[in-house]
């Protein structure tokens, strides 16, 4: 039912609240059949639309906090069921300010004579 077995998907850890990761499609070669998608176990950063397949973000994303998912999605035409997994890559970008590691630095200065 689903079109493949996994999608791998990268995209930056910017990216905003409702923006698009990707899209999952499913087809039934039964006539009249509508297929749902839900998750086989709900992440807390995304959504999915159950009637188009869209997984949005659902919130701030942070790569330093969580750099890949691996997501199950199910599709269903209500008695029939397929699972896919949707991987997704987090790419780095300039958010962080630098940070001295030490907070007392000395130094030894040596005079010769």
Aim: glycine residues 6%; without cysteine.
């Amino acid at each position: 039912m689903l079109d493949v077995g996994t999608y791998t998907v990268e995209k930056a850890e910017d990216i905003g609240p409702g923006s698009v990761i990707t899209t999952v499609t499913a087809s039934d070669a039964d006539k009249g059949e509508t297929v749902t998608y839900s998750w086989d176990s709900t992440p807390a950063d995304f959504t999915l639309d159950e009637v188009s397949g869209r997984i949005l973000v659902a919130g701030n994303l942070d790569r330093e906090q969580t750099a890949f998912y691996s997501l199950k999605v199910k599709a269903t035409d209500g008695q029939n069921v397929a699972t896919t997994t949707v991987n997704i890559t987090l790419t780095d970008v300039n958010d962080n300010a630098p940070i001295f590691t030490t907070n007392t630095y000395r130094s030894v200065t040596y005079v010769l004579l």
